[in-house]
Every structure is written in structure tokens, then in C-alpha cells.
């Protein structure tokens, strides 16, 4: 167990549909990062939020959005669904925004139909 | 652009010792990491490197030369529960953005 949670497990939704993902990171991390991992394109860096600002983007589509919050959970929205939106999509802490290790949450797993 | 290079898949023997590569071009360079995945969960940490050489840590190591844009991972005294896929990582210089392989599968044998 890293310590880092995400809610839900599971989840399935229809095309077009919206949905938000959570994230709360380890006791004292500061640091929040999101990845998607697909099939067919192995993980993904989407979006790095230190303290509540965002510090790197990656790979996210306009579809998609992040924030974090002052008592440091993060939530990531996925909006207009595609099929190909269809994955695992993990959150992961740090303690700073440079720190080389990095503790991944259990992820959720969306799936669009 | 960046481009991380790893096997898909090797295959070794409960015991042996087994080296994944990694080749990689980025247009900026902070650091390379190591990541250990089982099936069905999340990665976990393995080993990080930023300056050229070997960073060894108990039976894994990791060794980066970033001449060549190359690292591998050497696991020794291989075990059954090392059968997972492993994922070769590089840190943005300029943007602190991550770039992952696509992971090397290694299935150990009895």
C-alpha cells in the first residue's frame, strides 16, 4: 500500500458523458501527477499539480482537466467520452515537485461504452 | 520530440541474472527512472539515475550513459515474483514532463 488512494475502483460510463476521477496523495506529499495507461499506448503522462498549481503537462486533451485543492486532494475530469478514453488512469504523489521517486495510487479503471 | 526504446518481452530462468535496455532520445534530460509493474496494479519505484553509472540496490541495478542515451536495469538472483513488467522512464529537462517505454514483460521460469 503506498499510501496514495483513488476513488473509484471502477467505472463505466457512456460516450459523451462526463465523469471525475480522485485522488488524495500521501500524508505530507505535496505533489500530485496523473498518467493514463492504455492498451495500446502504455502510460501516459497527462499533468503534474504541486500545492495546488500546476507544474507540467504532458500528453492531456482539451477534454480533460485537473485541479488541486488546498487540503491537496486532486480530481481529474474527463469530459465529451470516446471509446478510446477506455483505460487505467493512476494518480501518483510526491513529496516536492523534483522528487525522484514517485508512489502510485491502486488507479481506476474507466471504461466507455 | 522523445523517443524511449525498451523489449517487449524477454523471457529468463529463476536464478540467472537479465538485463533490460533502454535507449532514449529526449530534447531535454533530468534524470532516468525505473519501474516495476505486476500485472493489474499500479508501479512502484525501482531506481533512479541522473549522472552516468551504476546505482546499485540490493539484487537490482541500473546503469545510465548519457553519451549514448542508454540504460538497462540488471536484476540478479532472479526470483518468480520478478515476473512483471518493467518501464523505463525519462524526465523532461526543461518541462518536468515524464516519458515512458512501453515496458519490457519479463516472464521468469522455474
Known amino acids: 500500500d503506498s499510501g496514495v488512494t483513488q476513488t473509484p475502483k471502477h467505472l463505466i460510463t457512456a460516450t459523451g458523458q462526463r465523469v471525475t476521477l480522485r485522488c488524495s496523495p500521501r500524508?505530507?506529499?505535496?505533489?500530485v501527477y496523473w498518467y493514463q495507461q492504455s492498451l495500446d499506448q502504455g502510460l501516459q503522462f497527462l499533468i503534474q499539480?504541486?500545492?495546488?498549481?500546476?507544474?507540467a503537462k504532458g500528453n492531456i486533451l482539451e477534454r480533460f482537466s485537473a485541479q488541486q485543492f488546498p487540503d491537496l486532494h486532486s480530481e481529474l475530469n474527463l469530459s465529451s467520452l470516446e471509446l478510446g478514453d477506455s483505460a487505467l488512469y493512476f494518480c501518483?504523489?510526491?513529496?516536492?515537485?523534483?522528487?525522484?521517486?514517485?508512489?502510485f495510487g491502486p488507479g481506476t479503471r474507466l471504461t466507455v461504452l | 520530440g522523445q523517443n524511449i526504446d525498451q523489449p517487449t518481452e524477454m523471457t529468463a530462468t529463476e536464478g540467472a541474472i537479465v538485463q533490460i535496455n533502454c535507449t532514449y532520445q529526449?530534447?531535454?534530460?533530468?534524470?532516468l527512472f525505473w519501474y516495476q509493474q505486476h500485472a493489474g496494479e499500479a508501479p512502484t519505484f525501482l531506481s533512479y539515475?541522473?549522472?552516468?553509472g551504476l546505482e546499485e540496490k540490493g539484487r537490482f541495478s541500473s546503469f545510465l550513459s548519457r553519451s549514448k542515451g542508454y540504460s538497462y536495469l540488471l536484476l540478479k538472483e532472479l526470483q518468480m515474483k520478478d515476473s512483471a513488467s518493467y518501464l523505463c522512464?525519462?524526465?523532461?529537462?526543461?518541462?518536468?514532463?515524464?516519458?515512458f517505454g512501453s515496458g519490457t514483460k519479463l516472464n521468469v521460469k522455474p
Open positions: 501518483a504523489s510526491s513529496p516536492t515537485w523534483g522528487t525522484n521517486e514517485q508512489f
Open positions: 500524508s505530507g506529499d505535496l505533489s
Open positions: 499539480y504541486y500545492n495546488g498549481e500546476e507544474r
Open positions: 529526449t530534447s531535454g534530460f533530468n534524470g
Open positions: 539515475n541522473v549522472l552516468d
Open positions: 522512464a525519462v524526465r523532461d529537462g526543461n518541462f518536468n514532463k515524464f516519458y
